[in-house]
């Protein structure tokens, strides 16, 4: 949900930290034991789960370690049983799939993946559009373009019904639906004067508390604070959700990035885009109309008010997630959609895409130059927090808007990273090992290594050598079973932006 902090009309706090107690262990949640997939799954599998080697594939193993040519990776079970060398026999037993020319990379942690698409009613080519934006549930679509672009695990990163998003894992869970594996975020922890109709606004502390509480006890595994949340909300919200282990992000405005931090939030949304502290005319707790573009315009990566934010994140362990397809398309210019993701466009959805295309081609020069000074200033912060030791995740805000459609728009980010100036290598850590670690697990996702889960991407080429490649997904298995990944796609042609 980003767009609308470009149309959206909407002191340093120090706070000693709530006593945090240890990180749950999500993966007997977010990682159940795998079910066998039912009836409505199988259509997608192209090799149930059993021994296979995957022999003469170049390998990008999501550590940062150069990728490596003539492997053998051999699974069974679910399991990564071994990475060895295309020279060594397979075993007698394994099914094997020659696959020279592809690479294999670990399964995308995708840490800002939404279940649902951004409706403006009666939207023209003007850009007009009727009260109030809605944003209906892509139950249906976005968890198979998410598996069938690579996205193994997901966090939703906020939730419009979190009910259905609850109940949507449960049922790939249980083999039912095809997906992936799901970090499900509570509602959206927002504050007074919403913009989306579809929000609960928070009243006081006690209700945030309340309602991290209650959803905590429903299954959320994560939380997200919200635009207009307060500083004393966001601080009973951290609290609550930290005494059962959990963590909250924000996509923030009225609540500043350093006062977030003092604040005990775990995750910062959206890179260094909506910060607010430099803002002209902020006001404690209350989210400016300019909602941080002057701030981040202001913030060049080399000022010591960058380098002071930096130091204060990561002396915080505040970990920040880069969302860059949702903002090329005014910040840098937008790149044409693939044919594969124009193809699950609904026709409303397409000629919603086109009209917005249109109207970025028409924006002021003024505005234009704002934007490409805030997204070359944001690429180059992103660069000095990871140099800083700041944990950086990668998720790509897919709502629609701006094209940014799931799945395609994760690949699209490992692009963009490496756009902004990331090794390949690095790239795919931050939208692998980074996410499994901020998750907490590591131990099971994350890097392609023995004794891992088989979570794991086929791409056709190279992509240590073209990035583009990325998206050029043929297969992809999540514990051990193999999806085809245009089965998939085909199942959703046409449909992204109705269900
Ligand atoms: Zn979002």
Redesign the pocket.
Known sequence: ??KFIATLSGAVFVATMGAMAAPADLAPRILPKPAAPGPSVQPYVKYPAGRLALTHVRLIDGTGAPAMSERMIVIADGKIVSVGSSSDAPPADATVLDLAGHTVLPGIVGM?D?MYYIGRPNLDSTGHSDEPVLAPQMTFTAPRLYLANGVTTLRT??SVEPYTDLNLKRLIDKGTVPGPHMDVTGPYLEGADSFFVQMHELRDAKDARETVAYWAGQGATSFKAYMNITRAELKAAAEEAHKRGLKITG?LCAVSYPEAAALGIDNL?HGFYVNTQLDPGKKPDVCPNTVGLPTLVAMTPDSPVAAALIKDLVAHHVAVTS?LPVFEDTGRGLAPLRPAAMAVLSPQAREAYLFERDAIAKMSPAKAKDRATAYRNNIGLERRFVAAGGLLLAGP?P?GDGGVIPGFADLREVELLVDAGFTPEEAVKIATWNGAVYLGLQKRIGSVAAGKDADLLVVKGDPSHDIADIQNVELVFKDGVGYDSAALLESVRGRYGEY
């Open positions: 949900m980003h800002h939404h990163t906020g996509h949304e969302t805000d709502t």
